[in-house]
Every structure is written in C-alpha cells, then in structure tokens.
C-alpha cells in the first residue's frame, strides 16, 4: 500500500515524509522544495480515499513545508 502511495505522489512530482504504524501522518509537498497546491491536496484525498484499506483520510490546511510550522 506505501509503496503503491508513494508511486501515485512521484508520478505527480510530489514527495511524503512521515510514517507510523497503525496511523500515519506527514507532510506532502512538492518535490524540489516547491509548494502543493489545493489541486496537490485533493488529488492525495482522492486517492487515499478510493482505497478500502485506508479507513479514514483527513489534510489540514495547505502551509509551507519550509516555513509554515510557526
């Protein structure tokens, strides 16, 4: 499932850091220290969300992976 995740994000130039066992959590962005943008943001939902084995997916507000943590 991670590596079919992670795939999905490369093959739309965007990265994941984070991880966990039962729940996951992290930061997706833009490969290259760019931004994500809402489209970024919905696409992730949407996958996450046509899969059964995720039984819940939730993103907060868009923020700079950089800067953003204030």
Not at 9 to 20: A, D, I, K, M, T
Not at 31 to 60: K, Y
């Amino acid at each position: 499932m991670i590596d079919r995740f992670i795939a999905m994000l490369e093959r739309h130039g965007l990265q994941f850091g984070g991880g966990g066992i039962v729940q996951w959590s992290g930061v997706v962005e833009f490969q290259g220290r760019g931004t994500a943008t809402q489209s970024d943001r919905n696409l992730v939902l949407d996958w996450l969300e046509q899969h059964p084995e995720i039984v819940a997916a939730s993103a907060g507000p868009l923020r700079d992976a950089w800067f953003g943590w204030n």
